[in-house]
């Protein structure tokens, strides 16, 4: 009934929808539409079309200016100069220029709730030199890594105004600087964007109006994708394939993802941190239960591939020193005796994506044969981020899409006071490694750091990795101009429908 509803719903919107208008299908309704305060990897898609940066990153993942014309590093590493793109307006008017920048930079770092400080830790202030060049003090020379971290939502502009106006308000309607405004949010429907004629690459964007429309089930956006409602369909499973080959209406295109999906333990977040907040041995006995390969096989055709830290094998930091374990129904049967657990029984709150629905069926399956009984509950993605955060969770199965430098897949994660550290999982030897990682300057030195960190983590197992994504994106024969991206983010300039 609900794939019969969603169709409906993709079908509904044919007849107003006008010659211009993009509809993608993305794989979940994002949380908030603020880039201080977004964490789900769906609320990347409008957001990029809202607000633009002052860097990007290339199809290579190398750093490119988008409101930023030109950056000059400091000889000794710590302060960065920006200069600005000049002309460039707010949708509501509002100049662009350094003062917003500032403003934006503290916002990230000051307001509550923010996502984005973690990620701007090395930045010790901003010094304003004139209307169209600010530059950026650093505590510690991590300019790159500060600069990379603002292609993403660290470096999305807002409109200062605009924002000081609607106070919490403003993710009920995002005012930023990007090829599209904000017009309308209906949860759990859609979320809509007008091209603005004021952006400043104007020249560039073909579109009218895009509409994003959450539908977690791949085979409903598939079926809204070869129905012609979509031309754009985020995230295709692998199973999908096989309906696209022979559509010569549509096709995929597939660029491997920087991210890991993985079930996280609550290792020290609340009152459910008792399951598997103490005994090592009852982590270690769940991750020997699963044979990753086997899903990795039998759920994705070999499509994706079976991980175990949170960098995939082929990463120069990937720690080739523990490779994927295989599964061992027996250890883990005997290490659950020894931590006195020998009938373990966990929640798993899963998303309601058919992928990971999918796979927690199997998981499960997998589990009861070592004698372990886990329990699934299911939570819109909205709703399981915010259990997360809570510590309401045994263990949760979570998706994060990746980032350019190996620090975005770590220090958030997994440092004491990483803001997406759910777990609460907390160990000053990892710290000080995150920290020497974020610090190097030498390629080497980064990847031995990181190596060590990721040994860190597969001993102490705060989460098990299952597999590392190859992301597809269905398009129709309609569109043209479309470029995949290894951050899965679907970039809008350049795009036209034919």
């Known amino acids: 009934m609900r794939i019969l509803a969603l169709l409906l719903m993709l079908c509904c919107g044919t007849a107003a929808m006008a010659q211009g208008t993009l509809r993608i299908g993305i794989g979940d309704d994002p949380d908030a539409l603020d880039p201080t305060l977004n964490r789900a990897a769906s609320g990347r898609q409008p957001l990029t079309a809202v607000c633009d940066k002052l860097f990007d990153v290339t199809t290579e993942l190398k750093l490119e200016h988008q409101l930023v014309t030109a950056h000059e590093i400091a000889a000794d590493g710590l302060s960065v100069t920006l200069k600005l793109r000049e002309g460039v307006r707010f949708h509501d008017g509002e100049s662009f220029d350094a003062e917003a920048v500032a403003f934006n930079l503290n916002r990230h770092l000051t307001m509550q709730g923010s996502l984005r400080r973690t990620e701007l830790a090395a930045l010790a202030g901003t010094e304003v030199v004139d209307a169209h060049t600010i530059r950026l003090l650093l505590k510690s020379p991590q300019a790159y890594l500060l600069l990379i971290n603002l292609a993403e939502r660290a470096g999305m502009m807002v409109s200062p105004k605009a924002a000081r106006d609607a106070g919490e308000r403003f993710a009920l309607h995002p005012v930023c600087a990007g090829a599209f405004r904000f017009v309308e949010r209906v949860p759990q429907g859609r979320i809509v964007v007008q091209r603005y004629d004021g952006y400043w690459n104007r020249a560039n964007i073909h579109l009218d109006r895009v509409e994003y429309l959450p539908i977690s089930d791949s085979t409903v956006r598939l079926a809204g994708l070869r129905s012609g409602e979509l031309q754009i369909a985020e995230r295709l499973s692998p199973t999908d394939l096989p309906q696209l080959r022979g559509d010569a209406r549509v096709t995929a295109v597939a660029t491997p993802d920087l991210g890991f999906h993985s079930i996280r333990f609550n290792m020290s977040n609340g009152p459910r941190q008792r399951i598997f907040g103490g005994d090592i041995r009852i982590r270690q006995a769940v991750e020997l239960a699963i044979d990753r390969r086997a899903m990795v096989q039998a759920l994705f055709e070999d499509q994706y591939t079976a991980g175990n830290q949170f960098v995939g094998p082929e990463s120069a930091y ?104 759910d777990s609460r999982y907390c160990n000053p030897e990892l710290d000080a490694l995150l920290t020497r990682g974020r610090e190097a300057t030498d390629e080497a030195e980064r990847v031995r750091v990181y190596q060590q960190a990721n040994a860190l983590l597969v001993r102490n197992v705060p989460h098990v990795v299952v597999w590392h994504r190859r992301t597809f994106t269905g398009l129709s024969k309609r569109l043209a101009g479309f470029i995949p991206h290894p951050d899965s983010t679907i970039r809008l300039v350049g795009l036209r429908l034919n």
């Not at 020998?342 to 798993?348: A, D, E, I, M, V």
């Not at 993605?381 to 949760?396: E, I, K, P, Y």
């Not at 620090?407 to 958030?412: A, K, L, Q, V």
Request: charged share 20%; aromatic share 8%; glycine share 6%.
């Open 318 to 421: 990937y720690d080739k020193a523990h490779p994927v374990p295989a599964r061992n129904v027996a250890r883990a049967r005997a290490l659950l005796r020894e931590a006195g657990q020998p009938n373990l029984t966990f929640t798993l709150l899963v998303p309601s994506e058919r992928e990971r629905q999918e796979a927690a069926q199997m998981v499960q399956a997998m589990l009861a044969e070592a004698g372990i009984t886990m329990k699934l509950e299911t939570q819109d993605n909205t709703s399981l981020l915010a259990s997360s955060q809570r510590g309401q969770f045994d263990a949760v199965f979570s998706f994060w899409s990746g980032r350019p430098h190996p620090d975005g897949n770590s220090y958030s994660h997994f440092a004491c006071a990483g803001p997406l550290n």
